[in-house]
């Protein structure tokens, strides 16, 4: 009995103790003498000195700072109608040498050390809403990679370690609605939710506009449809009267360009690990118009003229004169005069961004499996060019124009039949890695979307891109140079040291096609070539994702 007392004064103490400290969280200042304790040793629980020996800890507790530790109210406020918030993003170093070559001979390399940043927040807000907002590096829309060491051979000169290139940008800024389990809108400047390869579509390109996404799953098919509605290019005013300035005092009568995107196509699951995914889309454009309906001064960068590809390979300037090398269309460089009206895209060296008689079905798709316990796909995509025989006789029409135009002895004649073939494209490739990972055309360690340590990818694939097949302002500004009419192989292993770096190796080589013809893009890596005759890119990057 008398150890059954002992064992339950000792309880009652500990239970004094917690009790006390209790109270001295919720109390910022503690009483002389306690109630409780004093109940305690009117009962006879507690003796007077085991009482003062509690309270004397109690206070020790209070005065050495416990009380005061408990952690101060949050000054980040975020609204209560946000469901989530989520910080991600990366920071890229990269090393590149890339080179091309001209059916002359002459050549260009560049051995570039760069970065990029990619940063932002993204999440859901109550009501099925969803946002998202990134900034990266570099006004360029095909690629987020700034040069180190480049402003300071800028002009002004900026000095060494200079910070006139390494803007911030917007990339993008969404929202979005889930309307039902199987429909949801997105408006603004987005991630491509679109089924596609960059082929077709640089992976660092973000549409601007509206999409609709639909999804159902049948069995074992999860069906997928994806509409898009896209602003290209905005002209303001779209409407002027003469004098107020605009094209001189003729007024000004313009449209948005809209690009419209229509996509279909299935996901299929044989078993758990052998999966088909294939979609059928369709790509538009509304809105153009040509500079010949300006009368003056026609809007830059004519995306309603005739799309011709070539470089001005063929001309003269300077004075004394002398031989040109090829242009790619972005800073133009030589201009042309004509002596009558005509394209006010000639000064754009053959217009490298037309988007006449585009009309193009693409096909993507993917066949994914197991080989032992790795995960791996036979991916590709085919497009076609459904006007592509009149884009391919507009430029050869716009092309004998321009040279019929010039001044004698200004331009050697060498124009070229309508070449009507050239309008597909295609790719083929095997990728294989670590299982667990999600992979595709755009993901994957390769695309540094997904990591793990020590987990690893290769990618491989052969992509050829006919002239007059694709859109030149959306392909892959890396492989092959933002340009068509090339062929080659594209390879890169990834590997993950840890959950959040990866290594990258990746090598490209392409040469051009149709020798006919120029290597028609527009891209600020090498935009003094056209046409490449052969095209070299290697690079090796150190990512940190979070």
């Known amino acids: 009995m008398r150890i059954l007392r002992r064992n339950c004064r000792a309880i009652l103490i500990v239970l004094g103790v917690v009790v006390i400290n209790l109270k001295l969280c919720a109390e910022s200042s503690s009483t002389a003498t306690d109630p409780l304790l004093n109940l305690f040793i009117e009962k006879g629980y507690v003796t007077q000195q085991e009482a003062e020996k509690v309270k004397a800890e109690a206070d020790f507790l209070r005065t050495n700072g416990v009380v005061n530790e408990m952690p101060p109210e949050s000054k980040w406020k975020i609204n209560n109608a946000v469901k989530n918030v989520e910080l991600f993003g990366d920071i890229r170093l990269r090393y590149e040498s890339r080179s091309a070559e001209d059916s002359g001979g002459n050549d260009i390399d560049l051995h570039r050390e760069r970065i990029a940043i990619r940063f932002g927040l993204r999440?859901?807000?109550?009501?099925?809403?969803?946002?998202?907002?990134?900034?990266?590096?570099?006004?360029?829309?095909?690629?987020p990679w700034v040069t180190l060491g480049q402003s300071s051979g800028n002009s002004p000169y900026q000095g060494p370690f200079g910070k006139s290139t390494d803007t911030i940008n917007i990339g993008q800024a969404y929202m979005g609605w889930r309307i039902?389990?199987?429909?949801?809108?997105?408006?603004?400047?987005?991630?491509?939710?679109?089924?596609?390869?960059?082929m077709v579509w640089d992976s660092d390109l973000n549409p601007e506009g509206a999409m609709e996404r639909l999804k159902y799953t049948v069995g074992g098919a999860d069906l997928f449809a994806n509409f898009g509605q896209f602003l290209y290019a905005d002209f303001n005013p779209n409407n002027a009267s003469g004098g107020l300035g605009f094209n001189g005092l003729?007024?000004?009568?313009?449209?948005?360009?809209?690009?419209?995107?229509?996509?279909?196509?299935?996901?299929?699951?044989?078993?758990?690990?052998?999966?088909?995914?294939?979609?059928?889309?369709?790509?538009?454009?509304?809105?153009?118009?040509?500079?010949?309906?300006?009368?003056?001064?026609?809007l830059s960068p004519y995306f309603g003229d005739p799309y011709v590809g070539e470089g001005a390979f063929?001309?003269?300037?300077?004075?004394?004169?002398?031989?040109?090398?090829?242009?790619?269309?972005?800073?133009?460089?030589?201009?042309?005069?004509?002596?009558?009206?005509?394209?006010?895209?000639?000064?754009?060296?053959?217009?490298?961004?037309?988007?006449?008689?585009l009309l193009v079905v693409?096909?993507?798709?993917?066949?994914?499996?197991?080989?032992?316990?790795?995960?791996?796909?036979?991916?590709?995509?085919?497009?076609?060019?459904?006007?592509?025989?009149?884009?391919?006789?507009?430029?050869?029409?716009?092309y004998s124009f321009i040279l019929s135009q010039n001044p004698s002895g200004t331009a050697t004649p060498r124009s070229f039949p309508a070449q009507t073939h050239d309008v597909k494209a295609y790719q083929i490739g095997f990728d294989i890695g670590s299982d667990g990972l999600v992979y595709g055309p755009t993901q994957g360690l390769v695309y540094g979307t997904d990591s793990r340590k020590h987990d690893w990818e290769f990618r491989v694939y052969w992509q050829h891109v006919e002239q007059y097949s694709l859109d030149p302002n959306l392909i892959d500004s890396d492989f092959f140079e933002g340009r068509e009419n090339l062929q080659g192989i594209y390879t890169a292993l990834a590997y993950?040291?840890?959950?959040?770096?990866i290594l990258t190796a990746r090598y490209g080589n392409a040469s051009r096609i149709n020798d006919l013809l120029g290597t028609g893009g527009s891209d600020q890596d090498i935009p003094q070539m056209n046409p490449i005759n052969h095209y070299h890119l290697f690079q090796v990057d150190a990512t940190l994702r979070f």
């Open 496 to 501: 993950a040291l840890t959950d959040n770096l």
């Open 250 to 298: 003729t007024g000004q009568n313009t449209s948005d360009i809209f690009m419209f995107v229509e996509q279909g196509g299935f996901n299929y699951h044989f078993t758990t690990n052998i999966s088909a995914k294939i979609a059928a889309t369709l790509y538009s454009y509304t809105g153009l118009k040509q500079s010949s309906q300006f009368n003056q001064s026609p």
């Open 180 to 198: 039902t389990h199987w429909l949801d809108v997105t408006l603004g400047k987005m991630p491509n939710f679109l089924y596609t390869t960059p």
């Open 314 to 357: 063929n001309y003269y300037g300077g004075n004394p004169p002398f031989s040109a090398p090829g242009a790619s269309g972005y800073s133009p460089g030589t201009s042309f005069n004509l002596s009558q009206g005509g394209y006010g895209s000639v000064s754009f060296p053959f217009n490298q961004v037309g988007l006449d008689h």
């Open 123 to 143: 999440g859901d807000l109550f009501d099925d809403v969803y946002y998202g907002l990134r900034l990266e590096t570099s006004s360029n829309p095909r690629s």
């Open 362 to 398: 693409e096909l993507p798709f993917e066949f994914d499996f197991k080989i032992a316990k790795l995960a791996a796909r036979v991916f590709g995509d085919a497009a076609y060019n459904l006007q592509g025989a009149q884009r391919a006789e507009e430029a050869a029409n716009a």
